[in-house]
Every structure is written in C-alpha cells, then in structure tokens.
C-alpha cells in the first residue's frame, strides 16, 4: 500500500509570484483535502477535493485553487503569493464514504520572500 | 464553527514518566483523530477514535463523545514521543477536520 506522497518538500518564492504543489493520494483512496499550517498553529482546511470536484472550502480567498486528476492524486495552486502564505502545506486522502480517516502526506513548505 | 481545546498547552516530561493529554470539543463530532507530528512535519495517525478506548503499545486514548472530551494516555514516555500531539474533529456531514492547537511534548533523558 503506497502512502500520501507530496512534492516538492521545500520551495522559496518570491511575493506576486504563483506556485503549484502536488499530492498523489494512498493507493485506493479517492478524496483530498488540502490543509495550511502556518508555524506554532494547528492545520487549517483550505479545500477538498472529490470525484474532481471541490467538495467544500475553508476560509481561503480565490487565488488558492485546485485540481483532482482521475487518478486521485491533486494540485494545489496559489496565485499572487503574499508574505503570509509562507507555511506548511499538508495533503490527506481518505476514502469516503467508508471511512472518514484522513492520512497525511509530510507536508511542502513554502517560504514567500 | 466548532471549538476544539487542547490542554496542556506545553509538557516537559522525564525519560519513563507517564502523561495525560485533553481535548475539548465544542459539538457532537462523527470523527475524532489524534495525530503526533514530528519535527519534520509528517502528521502521524495515532488513533481514529470517535467514542470508546483504544490502545496501541504505549499509547491510550479514550473518547467520551457524550461529554465532548478525548484523553490521550502516555506511558512510560520514551524521547521519541517528543513533538506536537494534535486532535482533530469532523462533525457529521462535514468534510474537513478542525484542529486543535496541539499540546507540545518534550521528553528528557
């Protein structure tokens, strides 16, 4: 069984700039949620994805985007970076309807310049 | 939206030492998980817990949904616990988890 998988691990940007990070779900998975967990705070839900489509989001402006491919695995995209989205970013699949347990991925951390 | 409350905040423990990690949570929740993060980030599933005890080797958790509580048991605290124990909620028809702000653990040798 293949676990969540993130990439790129670490990435620096600079502000205005846009970014693109990917996440391949557990084998046999079908759902991805995207959380932002900025330094000393708990993880915060940006959106999740389901069947390739949003399936709910959290708090977060428009410029934070997303895709799920057919073979569950899932971009993030961030447009106009701004200072305060430097954090780490952490992926988790599940399968729905089944079980709602969500595994993570080891997270991309982004520094915005 | 919910209100999940960790406590403590911050433990210091010695090599062997056994601890008590709480989690509040503001309604009735269909999922509750406890995670350890280490330091590199990796969220790390300890337990899917939403009602009853369960145990894994030297760690406990014990959720009490009737109350709106989780305890998470250490025992026998090796330095290998160090690191940031977060509890998360998914209330029924939800999709996202909401977190608490974790209890940071550090053990002594």
């Known amino acids: 069984e293949t676990g969540v998988t993130q990439s790129p691990t670490h990435l620096i940007k600079t502000r205005g700039q846009q970014v693109t990070l990917r996440c391949s779900s557990q084998?046999?998975?079908?759902?991805v949620s995207w959380y932002q967990q900025a330094l000393g705070q708990g993880p915060q839900f940006i959106f999740q994805?389901?069947?390739?489509?949003?399936?709910g989001r959290g708090n977060f402006p428009p410029r934070f985007s997303g895709l799920q491919f057919p073979n569950y695995s899932s971009e993030l995209n961030v447009n106009a970076l701004e200072l305060d989205d430097s954090a780490l970013y952490l992926c988790?699949?599940?399968?729905?309807?089944?079980?709602?347990?969500?595994?993570f991925g080891p997270g991309t951390r982004l520094l915005v310049l | 939206g919910i209100q999940v409350e960790q406590s403590p905040p911050d433990l210091i423990l010695q090599e062997g030492a056994n601890s008590t990690l709480r989690c509040n949570f503001s309604?009735?929740?269909?999922?509750l998980q406890w995670f350890h993060q280490n330091p590199w980030g990796q969220l790390i599933n300890l337990f899917y817990?939403?009602?009853g005890t369960k145990q894994n080797g030297r760690l406990s958790a014990t959720t009490v949904a009737t109350e709106r509580y989780s305890l998470l048991y250490i025992s026998s605290s090796q330095t290998t616990d160090s690191g940031v124990y977060f509890c998360?909620?998914?209330?029924?028809?939800?999709?996202?988890?909401?977190f608490g702000a974790g209890t940071t653990v550090t053990v002594r040798a």
């Open positions: 994805y389901y069947r390739e489509e949003e399936n």
């Open positions: 988790a699949s599940s399968l729905r309807g089944v079980q709602e347990t969500q595994y």
């Open positions: 998360a909620v998914l209330l029924s028809n939800d999709y996202k988890l909401s």
């Open positions: 084998s046999g998975h079908n759902t």
């Open positions: 817990i939403p009602s």
């Open positions: 309604d009735s929740v269909n999922n």
